[in-house]
């Protein structure tokens, strides 16, 4: 009886995992896997070691926010470069000061030299190379797959592949936070990034041929801004991502005080409530990466936005160590699904030789937004508490997510042209084009 359906599994599982066929992105999968273990723990044992320190939910906002401002400031900048530069090697510097800034790091917290203000000069430097390398690296993964159509795959086997490590990085570093401190953390991170650094150099990456190094950059920002921002449904997309971003993401610097404070624990339950959450994220990213095509996604999007809002309520009321669990699955697969979809669809409609602006602004919108996000709902928790902040949050979410899908309609009418002037296969630009109906249509 199960003999017919092998055929079919392995197909769907090759489907899943088609952009491993490409050895420069397989390369980057690996690397990039050991290393985000090591990211991920340093994420975790960053806002531990503040809250440790301080006991401030303002200061566990000050520290995302320094940490994330850069982002917003300078990622505008790396989109240009990225349009106009070698991508891998841009990548491979921005890994390698990450691997000081860790290092650094984990020599001052070992060294019991560590103080509140090292801690901010330290994240407003990983912030400012985190500027460049985060909409590089994005803008990078199109040269790693030489089918284009592959493209969307390996986002989200990319997404999958950062909350793989999620599941397990925050687990390991409750672990080691509880029997020997937040500083080994540090060191594993910094040891991580030779695995990606060794990947990244072993690539063979064709030359670029579209590159024009004579513009000027102000110019080109500018024709980026307006190619992003004078298309609806690009503009729409990245403005309901700044409204989750600012909104409903720092939910995860509030981590410290629910674990301590609410579910009466330490730094194994936090690591729980940020392992269950990159669970779900892991399952979304799955599903994401199991497509075939964009279709759907335009209203899997603000779907996503609401699921992911109602979780988030649902966390902030519960005072019970499964439930909290439970939601925490549900945040990380509503934030997934609607981030790496959003991805997926502005990969797939920009224009290739705008290729690292757009992701520039798309980083802006994600990974800017959150430092402001951060540091309100770090001032709004000490206000009225860190419960009722995410449930602000998780309102806001879904009310954005709703005005999303009430235009679903109207983004339709603008998507078709650029699928004309760009020439994508029939099959994908009919699957966007559906994508933007908010009439159900077949999967």
């Known amino acids: 009886m199960t003999e017919p359906s092998s055929p079919g599994a392995l197909a769907r599982l090759k489907t899943t995992l088609r952009a491993l066929?490409?050895?420069?992105?397989?390369?980057?999968?690996?690397?990039?896997?050991?290393?985000?273990?090591?990211?991920?723990?340093?994420?975790?044992?960053m806002s531990w070691l503040v809250y440790r320190l301080t006991r401030s939910?303002?200061?566990?906002?000050?520290?995302?926010?320094?940490g994330q401002i850069p982002t917003f400031l300078f990622s505008s900048l790396a989109g240009v470069l990225a349009d106009r530069w070698n991508r891998q090697r841009m990548v491979i510097i921005t890994q390698t000061l990450l691997l000081i800034q860790a290092s650094v790091l984990a020599i001052l917290v070992l060294g019991h030299w560590i103080t509140i203000w090292q801690i901010?000069?330290?994240?407003?430097?990983?912030?400012?190379?985190?500027?460049?390398?985060?909409?590089?690296?994005?803008?990078?993964?199109?040269?790693?797959?030489?089918?284009?159509e592959d493209l969307g795959n390996a986002i989200a086997l990319n997404s999958s592949l950062v909350n793989a490590a999620r599941l397990v990085g925050p687990s390991l570093a409750g672990i080691l936070?509880?029997?020997?401190?937040?500083?080994?953390?540090?060191?594993?991170?910094?040891?991580?990034?030779?695995?990606?650094?060794?990947?990244l150099v072993t690539m063979k990456i064709e030359r670029r041929t579209d590159v024009d190094l004579e513009a000027k950059w102000f110019?080109?920002?500018?024709?980026?801004f307006r190619y992003a921002f004078g298309f609806q449904p690009i503009a729409s997309i990245l403005l309901l991502i700044s409204v989750v971003s600012l909104t409903g993401t720092p939910y995860s610097v509030l981590m410290p005080i629910f674990a301590t404070k609410i579910l009466i624990g330490g730094p194994n339950l936090y690591g729980a409530l940020m392992g269950m959450a990159g669970c779900g994220a892991l399952l979304g990213a799955g599903y994401l990466a199991s497509r075939?095509?964009?279709?759907?996604?335009?209203?899997?999007?603000?779907?996503?936005?609401?699921?992911f809002g109602t979780a988030l309520i649902a966390f902030s009321l519960s005072h019970t160590f499964w439930l909290s669990l439970l939601a925490m699955v549900v945040v990380g697969w509503g934030l997934m699904v609607q981030m790496a979809g959003s991805n997926i669809l502005l990969q797939t409609i920009v224009e290739d030789d705008k290729r690292g602006r757009v992701m520039s602004f798309y980083t802006m919108a994600f990974m800017g937004m959150a430092p402001m996000g951060s540091l309100l709902a770090g001032t709004i928790a000490a206000r009225i508490g860190a419960p009722r902040t995410v449930m602000l949050g998780g309102i806001c979410c879904i009310v954005s997510g709703l005005v999303f899908a009430s235009r679903l309609s109207t983004l339709r009418a603008h998507v078709r042209p650029i699928y004309q002037r760009m020439g994508i296969l029939p099959e994908v630009a009919l699957g966007i084009q559906s994508a933007t109906q908010i009439e159900p249509g077949p999967e």
């Open 177 to 199: 936070i509880a029997l020997v401190g937040e500083g080994w953390c540090f060191a594993i991170n910094a040891a991580s990034f030779v695995a990606v650094l060794a990947a």
């Open 57 to 66: 939910a303002f200061l566990l906002g000050l520290v995302g926010f320094a």
């Open 21 to 45: 066929s490409h050895r420069n992105f397989r390369l980057f999968f690996l690397g990039q896997g050991i290393s985000l273990v090591g990211t991920w723990m340093q994420i975790i044992a």
């Open 292 to 307: 075939k095509n964009a279709l759907g996604l335009g209203r899997l999007i603000p779907s996503a936005s609401i699921i």
């Open 120 to 148: 901010i000069a330290l994240s407003i430097f990983a912030g400012l190379v985190n500027a460049f390398d985060i909409p590089i690296r994005q803008s990078f993964m199109v040269d790693m797959v030489d089918r284009k």
């Open 219 to 224: 110019p080109k920002l500018k024709e980026g």
